[in-house]
């Protein structure tokens, strides 16, 4: 149908054709924005998102105070669903539990009597079970609400009013922190010690320009519900707060049972925040049953009231330091508490704020909250003094206003123009009762009067006071300090800062991996496998067709294998990590990145201690500490620098104080170990020199010993220092013929 061809009641001539990009981006956005201020980021002011707020107040409008009834959270979720917050029952009721959960908040809101869920990760009873009422937190963050503290704006339907912040006498963001996540942004504030942040407000009020460092001194760290000891470094805590974003790094408390004779256990009474128990211990069982806790023997859940879990050690030789850091890596017992102090700045503009901005931007709204209760109360004065001068004309002329009362038809106007009064004061004086005309009465209004006039003028100068401003909100800042000292039980700091303790990696590495004896096999084409046990006898072994032994050797399931190839370069790759003895192994080149023209020249368990000489097929080398071949990436480290044709062909442990090298060419040549350099990395320098042909073999020994070597059949030949004067040279020298009986194959064990 053609444009405008639509009938009369709507159609077709009615549809306005819109760009797509356009209006997908135009709704994303409302959509984001909506997101972002009205569901996820709290206000910086009082720390709330909308649902936290909506249901505070809630319960306000109810009546729903520290001091009075539980009421059944049904009502309450009704009442916010019904009149604030329309959406569904479940996610209010969510929120509302969060808030009285004393491991989830620092400071609860609200107090919930009943089936609230536990640290283990269980939910909380229907919300037909359970009641709740406020908390003195909750009654400080509404402190002055009744009083124009702060604006109201119309609800979803527009029947009721809300509250657009709320007055938020508590510093609510830092104290409980928050947690979210909007569209393209997020937020995570842990929370901290109200004792603290009210230190670090009150610097603040004095000296607005205070740095982050000086703030860092009243507030070191957060302040966790669930305890645990924190391990960050003071320079990164100072950081995070600088820039809003960061870490904590949280570890359990744990402490040492004495169980006599030697023996004892491991008991651990604080988990990090946010951890459920009942989870981090079966992943802990979980490792246990997999083998990958070898020092460990068994984990007990005893926990009743507080939280209590056991860790049995092996044995009673167990380090116990070693055996939690082994723990802490593998689990939850140490976790990272982000910070991303993502918020909604004066109610609008979502950021990133440091720590001293978002504690300047609490102080400036409670100043302006301040204000705004002093100008609520000083009105409310104005009207009753008004009221009270009203009073005191009737009283000095009684008289005369009880005759008009009863003999003017119409005694207002006549009251407002006989004495002066306003509508307001005339209203007053027909409303008074004949039981307050006695002489009580008018001494009572003007003592009234008078302390109203006093009251007056101390609001007047207070609002004319920038100076006394502050002061007023130190003062509050004080009573807020006071009433949630360290000294009280809830007030009390419960994460503790501590050092990590400085363990050897590679201990910590050897603890999680049970050590068991295991046979290293490697094939001629290049698959790997591990035996259990050590097997001395290999002849029964089995390969791929066309495949062979090329080596195998005994090891520990802890040790580290060196691996090295022709091409010069090192691999390391950890004896637990190989494939079982089942079946054929799996090709090394599937664990790390090996070049195809490359083969493995030789394999052996990693010594740190021991140093060796490398030497190249052409007769280079050099002496290398062991641990510089340890690599630990799949890409291997290149140690020997050789092209082709040349190739890495020797591997020897270096010991003694002299070196045998034996060419292809059946030359041998003896001179002094101190001749060959120590290097990390190069090419090395020449040990013997060809015409054609290379190197053969090299051993290390002590010339006051002699050289020995074994032929074929076994028999042993030994060359005393005065029987080697004629091979006795300089390094890269040609060298002479090999003594006779040295073997065939022109290796010194035949």
Not at 167 to 179: E, V
Not at 698 to 708: D, M, N, Q, V
Request: overall charge negative.
């Amino acid at each position: 149908m053609p444009p405008g061809g639509g009938s009369d009641n709507g159609g077709d001539g009615h549809i306005v054709p819109v760009d797509l990009k356009a209006a997908l981006e135009e709704r994303y956005l409302a959509y984001a924005l909506s997101t972002i201020m009205h569901r996820a980021l709290p206000d910086v002011r009082d720390g709330l998102k909308p649902v936290h707020r909506r249901i505070i107040h809630a319960m306000s409008e109810m009546g729903i105070r520290p001091n009075s009834a539980f009421k059944k959270c049904a009502r309450i979720v009704g009442d916010v669903i019904g009149k604030f917050h329309p959406h569904g029952d479940q996610s209010v009721y969510d929120a509302l539990v969060r808030l009285a959960q004393d491991f989830a908040q620092r400071y609860p809101i609200v107090d919930g009597q009943g089936n609230f869920g536990n640290i283990d990760g269980d939910g909380a009873a229907a919300y037909r079970y359970t009641e709740a009422r406020m908390t003195e937190v909750a009654a400080l963050l509404l402190d002055g609400i009744e009083q124009d503290a702060v604006d109201f704006r119309p609800t979803y339907n527009e029947e009721d009013e809300e509250p657009i912040v709320l007055p938020g006498a508590f510093p609510n963001l830092l104290a409980n922190g928050s947690s979210g996540i909007a569209v393209g942004m997020a937020t995570s504030i842990p929370p901290h010690n109200v004792h603290e942040l009210c230190d670090a407000a009150l610097y603040l009020i004095k000296h607005r320009d205070a740095p982050v460092e000086k703030l860092v001194e009243f507030v070191p760290g957060p302040d966790f519900p669930t305890g645990g000891i924190i391990i960050e470094r003071r320079e990164q805590i100072i950081e995070a707060y600088k820039t809003g974003r960061g870490g904590f790094r949280v570890r359990a408390r744990w402490a040492i049972e004495d169980l006599g004779r030697g023996g004892y256990q491991i008991v651990v009474t604080e988990i990090p925040y946010q951890v459920q128990k009942s989870r981090l211990i079966e992943k802990i069982a979980e490792l246990l049953i997999a083998r990958k806790l070898p020092l460990l023997e068994d984990i007990r859940d005893e926990s009743a009231e507080d939280v209590r879990i056991v860790l049995v050690p092996k044995n009673r030789t167990v380090d116990a330091t070693l055996l939690m850091e082994s723990l802490f890596k593998l689990s939850e017992l140490e976790s990272r508490i982000p910070l991303n102090m993502n918020v909604l700045s004066q109610g609008r503009i979502p950021k990133v704020m440091p720590l001293n901005d978002v504690l300047l931007e609490w102080l400036d709204h409670r100043r302006e909250v301040l204000i705004r209760r002093s100008q609520f109360r000083l009105n409310a004065i104005d009207r009753r003094l008004e009221i009270l001068g009203g009073l005191l004309i009737a009283y000095l002329n009684l008289d005369e206003v009880i005759r008009i009362i009863r003999e003017e038809d119409e005694p207002k106007p006549v009251l407002m123009s006989r004495f002066e009064l306003t509508d307001n004061q005339a209203e007053a004086i027909l409303n008074m009762r004949l039981r307050n005309l006695r002489k009580l009465e008018e001494f009572e209004i003007r003592k009234e009067f008078d302390e109203l006039t006093l009251e007056k003028a101390g609001i007047e100068a207070l609002l004319a006071s920038p100076e006394k401003q502050w002061q007023t909100v130190s003062w509050q800042v004080g009573e807020v300090r006071k009433a949630y000292a360290k000294a009280t039980p809830l007030g009390r700091r419960r994460s503790d800062f501590a050092d990590a303790p400085t363990t050897d990696d590679e201990a910590i590495q050897q603890a999680m991996i049970e050590k068991e004896p295991v046979t290293v096999v490697i094939s001629e084409k290049g698959w790997i496998r591990a035996l259990k046990g050590h097997i001395a006898d290999t002849s029964g072994l089995t390969f791929k067709e066309g495949d062979a032994l090329k080596l195998a050797f005994p090891a520990q399931t802890t040790d580290k294998l060196i691996l090295f190839t022709t091409g010069g370069k090192a691999y390391t790759l950890g004896a637990d990590k190989l494939p079982g003895g089942r079946g054929h192994g799996e090709p090394v080149r599937i664990m790390v990145d090996m070049e195809n023209d490359q083969d493995i020249l030789t394999a052996f368990v990693h010594d740190p201690s021991r140093k060796l000489i490398i030497s190249s097929t052409a007769g280079n080398g050099f002496v290398i500490a062991e641990s510089e071949l340890v690599a630990n990436t799949r890409k291997g480290k290149q140690v020997m620098n050789v092209s082709m044709p040349d190739e890495a062909r020797l591997l020897v442990p270096v010991s003694g104080d002299h070196v045998a090298v034996v060419g292809e060419n059946r030359k041998l040549v003896v001179f002094p170990l101190a001749q060959i350099p120590e290097m990390s990395r190069g090419k090395g320098v020449r040990l013997q020199r060809y015409k054609d042909g290379g190197i053969s073999d090299i051993k290390c020994f002590a010339i006051a010993e002699g050289l020995t070597w074994e032929d074929t059949a076994g028999r042993k030949f030994v060359k005393t220092k005065d029987e080697l004067i004629e091979w006795l040279g300089e390094r890269a020298s040609a060298g002479r013929a090999v003594p006779k009986g040295f073997p065939r194959s022109g290796r010194f064990s035949g």
